[in-house]
Structures are given as C-alpha cells and as structure tokens.
C-alpha cells in the first residue's frame, strides 16, 4: 500500500480541494501535515492522521523577524524529513500556502516525489520559487502555465468533495418556490462584504428572496440584523445542498469557490479580496466574468445601491440567471480529483 503525505493547512481553498483528492485514494495509507489551529484541525482530525508543524509567511517587514521565520523554517523542514522517514512516505502532495514549502523542501531532501497543485490563475509565490523542486505542477486554470516557463505542469482544475456531483438536501428552513441568494466571503468569512450585504438585505427580503449568509466566526455584528427570511451563520458544511438550491451568490473569488459554483452551475456576483497575494482572486474572477457566469466588482467600487439594484435585476430576469447558470456549467471540469489521483499514481 502507498504511503501518501498530504500538506494542506489554513483555509477552505487548500483544505477542501486536497481532501477531494484524498477520497479519490481509498487504497492509499494518508497522513496529513497541518498547522495548530486552523481549518484542518476539525475537517481532517477524524478522517487521517494529523501531524502539525509551526510555519509562517514572511509578511512582515522587520529583519530580526523575517530571521525568526527563516530559522522556524528550517526547523519545519527537518521535522516534516522526521515525518517522512518515520511513516515510510512514498510521495508529498501540497496544495500550496506557508506549509508547502517544508513539505516540498523535505521531500527533496528525502529523495522522493512531490506534486504541487495552483489552484490561482496567478501562481502564489511560494509555487514560483518551489516549482522546479516539484515533479509536477497541476493547474487550476488552464492560463496559468504562461507563468510558470520551465516547470513540467498538467491543467487538472480544481477537486470538490465528492457530495457537489451528486443531489443533496438542505437542513434549513427555505420553501421550494422562493428565490435564494447565498452570501459566502470565504471559509474565514469576510465582514465588509457582511457589512455591505446586511444594508442590502431589506430590499432583497421584500421581493420575496431568502438569504443564507455566511459571515464566518470573526464579525462581531453578525447577529444585529433579523428576519425570519435571512438565515445568518457562522459557517455552513453543507455547501454542495445550498450552492445546488441557490439561484445567484454574492462572494469572494477564491479559486475553491469558483470551482463549486461552477460545479453547482450557480450564477455569481464575485467581489474579490482586495489583499489577496498578487491580486489573484480578480484574475480568478475575470475567467468567470469572460464565459458570462458572473459579474465582478472590486470591493472599494461596490455601494449597497448598486449591489441591492443588480441583485434585484437578476432575480427580476429568470432567463439572464439561466443563461449564466450555464455558462457557469461549462467551466466545470467534474473529474479534476480523478485527474489527480491518477497523476499521483502515475509519479510514484
């Protein structure tokens, strides 16, 4: 049996996607690499072997710091070779962020193979730097190659969980025949999208629609509106039931949430995080926009006027949603995780 070693840590975008793969994998003995306190911790603890490491970016402008994270580092990279040896891995499979770096590193050293997916239309810097330690590359967007010159890539999309390609049904309470606009800023949630919404809401209540509205665990002002049609939580696990009921959502850009929405041929309006590395989540949304799936506002030109009034418009035209949820479908790739099982498979 093939050992894998999977380092996915910190958000919904690393984690979801690498545990898609994961399923694909059921004769493989897995173990995963994380961080303490992040996502992973309650979607991964029940189902593999969670180790976890300390590791940090280098955003920070202080020397003596960038020098502390630099040693921290090294440091990480012999724990994961510990890791490694101890439990006999045959290949590392990383889907990028801080913990990509000792996982590839250690894997280097340790003589075996490692696969690196970029699921951003802009690579992150930790793939243009660790690249070429990587036997190969697998791409989110089919673009992003022209970024990476010199490094072996395969364009695979990026994997859901395996409940988005099949039906399934929601827990909450939303009649059949209303219309449903889901907000979702993330797995971390998004509080001046939550800001914005909450001040379009009233408008988008009296026509009729529902509101599911994600706002993660980190805005303090998350129960101060009430309606028995908005639905507000902190986070919801069943995203494949409420994308698939959803007739439009407002979100972030994240590469994992387009993919969904795609998946679930949900039409969108995407408001990218306008801190994201390199801008990687408008890049992400201009593919979208492009194929006629979604529209896209940058964050600091959105007012609660043009959000409620489009919104409407699109609730108001059944036939423009449908032409969106189309051209959404289109940019579905449904056997991404298959592709990455397989290319894991093959390398080792």
């Known amino acids: 049996m093939a050992r894998l070693l999977i380092a996915a840590s910190g958000t ?10 994961a399923e694909k994998l059921p004769d493989y003995e897995i173990q995963w690499l994380g961080t303490p ?45 510990q890791i490694i040896q101890k439990e006999k ?41 660790l690249s070429r330690f990587c036997n190969t590359v697998a791409l989110g967007f089919e673009g992003t190659k022209k970024y990476l010159p010199n490094t072996s890539t395969i364009w695979v999309s990026t994997p859901v969980r395996s409940q988005f390609y099949s039906p399934q049904s929601l827990d909450l309470n939303i009649p059949n025949n209303v219309p449903l606009i889901v907000v979702v800023g993330g797995s971390q949630g998004a509080v001046s999208i939550n800001q914005l919404v909450r001040k379009c809401v009233p408008n988008w209540l009296e026509m009729g629609a529902y509101v599911v509205h994600l706002t993660g665990k980190n805005d303090p002002d998350a129960n101060s509106f ?29 590469s994992g949430t ?51 009034d489009l919104v409407l418009r699109l609730l108001n035209n059944p036939e423009k949603l449908k032409e969106m949820s189309k051209k959404s479908s289109e940019l579905a790739v449904t056997d991404s995780a298959e592709k990455l099982a397989k290319l894991l498979k093959d390398t080792i």
């Not at 309606?227 to 994240?254: C, E, K, N, T, W």
Request: proline content about 6%; overall charge neutral; some cysteine.
């Open 89 to 129: 891995i045959d290949i590392v499979f990383t889907t990028g962020g801080y913990i990509a770096s000792p996982a590839i590193l250690a894997a280097k050293l340790s003589g075996i193979p490692a696969i690196l997916h970029e699921s951003n239309y802009i690579p992150g810097k930790v793939t243009k730097l």
């Open 37 to 81: 306190n992040r996502l992973e911790q309650s979607l991964v603890g029940d189902r593999y072997p969670l180790h976890t490491i300390s590791v940090e970016g280098f955003q920070t402008r202080s020397p003596i710091k960038k020098l502390q994270i630099l040693f921290g580092l090294i440091g990480s990279i012999f724990e994961v070779k």
């Open 226 to 254: 009430q309606h028995p049609q908005y639905i507000s939580l902190p986070f919801y696990d069943d995203m494949a039931g409420l994308l698939q009921r959803a007739d439009l959502a407002v979100s972030r850009a994240g």
């Open 12 to 21: 919904g975008g690393h984690v979801f996607p690498a545990l898609g793969v």
């Open 258 to 308: 387009l993919t969904e929405l795609a998946i679930t041929k949900t039409p969108a309006i995407l408001i990218p995080y306008p801190f994201a590395a390199e801008d990687h989540q408008s890049f992400n949304a201009k593919v979208f926009v492009e194929a006629g799936a979604a529209y896209c506002y940058q964050q600091k030109e959105l007012t609660d006027k043009i959000l409620t």
